[in-house]
């Protein structure tokens, strides 16, 4: 199945711009998020170089930002860049479990690949991958039984429309195996 970043735009676009005041845009090597200013009448999703799952990683932050957020820069969140130690990790897993839970959610519901990301390649240990999947996959099942942020549902919906997918169900989202 083919992903392109032009339909998840479109898609995006269609099904919140005029309820949120929000757009996806393409940007260069950093994605960001900005609330809309005197320059750009849009909050803008910017995702890095055109890459699909950047797209559906910033896309998920958004999803789960309360109003109040969505004023600010980048939600108003720290981010640590890659070369975390152990317990600056252990940070960064904590706050990224919710929206890589609805980053699988979306990647599912458009049939795209799904890798949790630790984002540490330079960091003084190696992050527990597996463990760390594990914790997305619970906060997965649990939208699924409990219901998912409003706005990560309306972009589901569009988004198995478009791709032909079925509903999600928590057999679509398997157990993590240890690498041998």
């Not at 990683?57 to 860049?81: N, Q």
């Not at 458009?110 to 999947?133: A, I, K, M, Y």
Request: net charge negative; glycine share 6%.
């Amino acid at each position: 199945m083919s992903h392109d970043y032009h339909d998840l735009i479109q898609l995006f676009n269609r099904t919140f711009l005029s309820t949120y005041q929000t757009e996806l845009v393409l940007g260069g090597d950093e994605p960001i998020y900005r609330p809309a200013d005197a320059a750009h009448p849009y909050h803008r999703v910017i995702f890095a170089r055109g890459y699909f799952a950047s797209a559906l990683h910033e896309i998920a932050h958004w999803c789960i930002a309360g109003a109040e957020r969505r004023l600010l820069e980048d939600y108003g969140y720290w981010y640590l860049p890659d070369g975390r130690d152990e317990q600056q990790q252990a940070a960064f897993e904590q706050v990224e479990v919710k929206p890589q839970a609805v980053e699988w959610l979306l990647s599912a519901s458009c049939g795209f690949r799904f890798q949790v990301s630790c984002d540490n390649l330079s960091g003084d240990h190696e992050p527990d991958r597996v463990g760390f999947t594990r914790k997305v996959r619970a906060q997965v099942l649990s939208y699924l039984n409990q219901g998912m942020p409003e706005r990560a549902a309306m972009l589901s919906e569009a988004l198995r429309a478009h791709y032909g997918m079925p509903a999600l169900k928590s057999e679509h989202f398997a157990e993590p195996c240890l690498s041998l």
